[in-house]
């Protein structure tokens, strides 16, 4: 058991959010098979202002997905605070996630996602606005920074603690690799051991092995597993076992979640979403 804020969490496994994925249903299933803690796809701060009808609707919880997280994504401080206080009184999230992580065009062209990594002024208020119009704790999920020459995931998240987050995610790519590459759990370390709330390490999490290795290369207080939740869903279920016995090495995760994904992965949708972001 671990806690973000006021809120207590079973184990240290997280399902990442990806967006057209982790709804509800995703989200429950992601609980059932074992994630500790659940995050929605990203929710956009300026749809809910001029209250877009789909995006409500991307609000919604159910019952067995707690405690979960809804994921915010904007740099506007009023439109977020309007958003954080809309979350707030509409739905029973127990956590508000702000994307400062998603390096897709569109998202960074409208100044949101890994685009606020370079504007840690702006980043600070859109977090101080969030934490001001909620009573939940408030988490932040970010990248190691914008490119190889701008690495700043240690002060950012540092700058991110002192606006009010009360955790931080940490994807150990930088936004120009998108998702090439390897992710380094070096810079997962690095801001381990700049921040005081608790840091919770992700990328290219698939095997059992692999969640040891970031747990003891970073020293995170837990892992979040995107993709392979999504191809195999059973990433939570063993990792959270094997977490709980002591005995991570060695242990090939098992492949549980297929069937509460084969449906939404073939679907056009899913597919669209995936090129999108990926
Ligand atoms: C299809 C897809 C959708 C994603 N959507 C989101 C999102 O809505 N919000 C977010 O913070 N990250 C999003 N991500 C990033 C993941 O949460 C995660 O940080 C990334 O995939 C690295 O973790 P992994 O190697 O375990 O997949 C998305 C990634 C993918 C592949």
Redesign the pocket.
Known sequence: MWNIGSVSIKNRIAA???????NPVYRSMCHAYGAGLV????ISDKALHYENKKTKEMCATVPDEHPCAL?L?GSDPVTMAEASAYLTEHTDCDII?I?M??PVTKVIKAHS?SWLLQHPDIAYDVVKAVKDNTNRPVTV?MRAGWDMQHINCAEFAVLMQEAGADAI?V?G?TKSQM?NGT?NNEYIRMVKEAVTVPVIG?????TVEDARRMFEETGCDAV???????ADRTSCSSSAAQWKAKSLRNRRMKNVWTWCLTMPRSSAR?RG??S???
């Open positions: 990442a959010p990806l967006a057209g994925i982790s995050v929605s796809e990203m994921q994504f996630d994307n992580g998603c996602g999920k995610a994807h790519r998702y992710s992700n990328g290219d999490i698939h979040m597993i995107g993709r392979d939740c999504w899913i979403n995936m999108a972001c990926a």
